[in-house]
Nanobody, 119 residues
């Protein structure tokens, strides 16, 4: 049984970098899934941000790729998202999830964490 847990700040100032970490238990991030970040701004649909694969390859949404970086720490079974130059439009609930290419869906999700960008 795989569990994912997001951690990081709930409030970030404009122009700063948002860093969120996903801690995975019950499965290894070196297994063949896309370990993903997804967000949902208030009143809007879910938006895929990016992912890191089992070998460390990264994939980013075209709309966010210039500001997004995803890395991992395999010894801690964690992966981290950095979103730079944030604005209030980045306010959202942020989720980490395990995306299965075999099933074509994200089968495990974290509970989500609210991030507000405000001065």
């Amino acid at each position: 049984h795989v569990q994912l847990q997001e951690s990081g700040p709930g409030l970030v100032k404009p122009s700063q970098t948002l860093s969120l970490t996903c801690t995975v238990s019950g499965g290894r991030i070196t297994t063949d899934y896309h370990w993903s970040w997804i967000r949902q701004p208030p009143g809007k649909r879910l938006e895929w941000i990016g992912a890191i694969g089992y070998s460390g390859s990264t994939y980013y949404s075209p709309s966010l790729n210039s500001r997004t970086s995803i890395s991992r720490d395999t010894s801690k079974n964690q992966f981290t998202m950095h979103l730079s130059s944030v604005t209030p439009e980045d306010t959202a609930v942020y989720y980490c999830a395990r995306y299965s290419r075999a099933s074509g869906s994200a089968d495990y999700w974290g509970q989500g964490t609210q991030v507000t960008v405000s001065s």
